[in-house]
């Protein structure tokens, strides 16, 4: 009678456990979610529908943004692009502190509204840069130098729009992954597809950006496009408050960097300690005292640190009051900072994959701009549209990872991934340093065609070649997407501390960010350099340059990035999160996972 009193009551705590989410989220009341009215899908699609609406906006400006800097503001190319490349940079770096005020002080859902109507601000700021006669950029028809007042509201909205995207990107994505259930093994595996369909998402948004926006821009009027984006994304502001019934929410914990801070002072203070001969000697606090996170699991890597978790004999760790922080800490606290110190080295080998991304907005672009786009007599697409091809690539990319090769790759490897995420963006690498190779032989063949027609009894005409000869380095440059871009965004979210996943997604952003910094930089000393040498590669007009000589550069510093990458990829210890044992117990296996 006892062992089946037992039993049932076994099965009513484990009814019970997936009646409730028990992931330190809350509901819109503060309570205890409701697993079967909140969270996964039913919440992710009013997330996706924003995510949506920024996106068609970013794509719809970013894309075209070179175009209107040289064709209405006239900037030599030069100029644009380091203009393109720093308002890029300044936008994928500002949700660092996004993602930080989140997680800390505002919650993800508050810094999602508060940047969604500051994003809103900036759109509404270049519709009347556009509207209202006297900060048009001219009375009437073309000029040879805008007004001063419009150049200046014009950047003015554009960071605005930078201010925005701070706090919208790095909450939005996390926001959306909070709503699966990391211990919930079905929703944990709804949460990998999650990561491929919101990236789908996203790149339907930025196919009506660059195709539908840009054409609008380009053969009715700029101030048209920014109104259509203006309204459309106050409408999806609208649909994603309307879904807060249905959301699960993390509580803002305070600086997540201060217990990161504790562990290194702790470290530093007993750095003279022996090592403990068994790591079940480290604090860590009870599982009854789990309401503050998931425990992590003990690993042998960065050693050091694991002296922040030893017991002095002075210590009194039998409540939580009387221990100091700033001299013990928790194994899970120890690892959370070890997995900070590891993310740093994947991190910067990301970088150049982020300066191979900034080039489909830019040079891509001009490119473009210089052969023939006609598909009828009286119909040619504008230069920005072909940026289209790089998310049908990605598109297609993910589908087949997602319907294809995952579903056969977990029946190979037993991995529920199918493959490591790291091995996902080496994928992705691989492709990126194909895509500046086809890139770079496109451009010698442009060259070639430009000696032949651009100069007949000294006059210029058209470029002949037709603009899909750059099809092939849009589609590898989309495929990469689909592996790198989406592994960066698993990795940074599934890899940082639960209490750091929007600064987790910011670090993902940063890897654009300062990718497109590090283009302007090459350009600068590429420009420099070159010129001395009698002509520049990257000079005011396309066609007397050499950009083959500069996407070859790259390729070269792509292949010798991946080599360090596969260095650093192939010793990565993941994160191992604690499932009902002993923290010393934790399985070896799950350790050490090897990229290849």
């Known amino acids: 009678m006892e062992q089946e009193a037992k039993r049932q009551d076994a099965k009513d705590e484990g009814r019970d456990e997936e009646k409730w989410v028990h992931d330190s989220s809350v509901n819109h009341k503060g309570k205890v979610p409701l697993r079967a009215s909140t969270g996964v899908w039913k919440a992710s699609l009013f997330i996706i529908t924003i995510e949506f609406s920024e996106r068609l906006s970013y794509f719809g400006i970013a894309t075209n943004l070179i175009s209107y800097l040289t064709n209405v503001l006239h900037q030599d ?14 936008t994928t770096i500002m949700p660092l502190a996004g993602g930080f005020l989140a997680d800390a002080y505002f919650g993800r859902f508050t810094m999602v509204l508060l940047s969604s109507l500051i994003y809103l601000l900036g759109l509404s700021l270049l519709t009347m840069s556009e509207f209202i006669p006297v900060i048009k950029p001219c009375n009437a028809g073309a000029c040879h130098k805008p007004r001063k007042i419009h150049e200046v509201l014009f950047f003015l909205a554009l960071y605005f729009i930078s201010l925005g995207t701070g706090g919208h990107k790095p909450c939005l994505e996390s926001f959306g992954a909070d709503q699966f259930d990391d211990d919930h093994l079905e929703e944990r595996k709804q949460k990998m597809s999650y990561f491929n369909w919101w ?42 408050y309307m879904g807060k019934i249905y959301y699960r929410y993390r509580l803002p914990e305070g600086s997540p ?24 000697l480290l604090y860590e606090v009870p599982r009854l005292k789990l309401s503050q996170g998931r425990l992590l699991c003990h690993t042998s890597r960065l050693r050091f640190l694991d002296k922040a978790a030893i017991v002095e004999d002075r210590e009194n ?57 006609r598909i009828t007599h009286n119909f040619d697409i504008p230069p920005a549209s072909i940026y289209s091809l790089t998310a049908v690539g990605m598109m297609v990319s ?7 090769l ?33 890139a770079a032989c496109v451009e010698m063949k442009r060259l070639k065609a430009v000696e032949k027609e651009i100069m007949q009894g000294g006059k210029q ?24 871009l989406v592994g960066l965004q698993e990795y940074f979210y599934d890899q940082a501390p639960d209490s750091m996943r929007s600064l987790g997604i910011a670090f993902y952003l940063s890897v654009i960010g300062v990718g497109s910094f590090l283009s302007s930089f090459l350009i600068i000393i590429v420009d420099h350099i070159t010129r001395k040498g009698g002509k520049s590669w990257i000079g005011k007009d396309l066609n007397i340059s050499r950009l083959d000589n500069f996407y070859w550069m790259l390729a070269a510093i792509n292949l010798l990035n991946f080599c360090a990458y596969i260095f650093l990829a192939r010793s990565y210890t993941y994160k191992n999160v604690e499932r009902g044992i002993l923290v010393p117990d934790c399985p070896k296996s799950d350790e050490a996972e090897l990229i290849v």
């Open 406 to 438: 995952v579903p056969f790759l977990r029946k190979v490897t037993s991995n529920e991934r199918g493959i490591n995420i790291l091995q996902r963006i080496g994928i992705g690498m691989i492709f990126s340093t194909l895509s500046m190779v086809a």
């Open 257 to 280: 960097l201060t217990p990161l801070l504790q562990v290194l002072v702790a470290a530093i203070r007993k750095r003279k300690l022996p090592y403990p001969s068994n790591p079940s």
């Open 199 to 240: 990236n789908f998402a996203l790149c339907c948004g930025l196919l009506l950006g660059v195709i539908v926006i840009v054409y609008v821009q380009d053969k009715v009027s700029w101030g048209v496009a920014d109104l259509i984006l203006t309204i459309v994304m106050a409408v999806t502001i609208l649909t994603f």
């Open 461 to 484: 005409v058209a470029l002949s070649m037709s603009v899909f000869w750059l099809a092939p380095q849009y589609l590898i440059n989309g495929l990469g997407d689909g592996f790198a």
């Open 317 to 373: 760790t039998s409540t939580e009051k009387t221990h100091n922080p700033w001299r013990l800490a928790t194994v899970t606290k120890v690892e959370e900072m070890k997995l900070v110190l590891s993310m740093i080295p994947i991190w910067l080998t990301s970088l150049i994959f982020g300066v191979g991304v900034a080039q489909a907005s830019t040079f891509f672009v001009k490119q473009a701009a210089t052969m023939d786009r």
């Open 77 to 90: 190319l030069e100029t644009a692009a380091k203009n393109v490349n720093y308002w890029a940079g300044v």
């Open 398 to 404: 993910v589908t087949i990872y997602e319907k294809i």
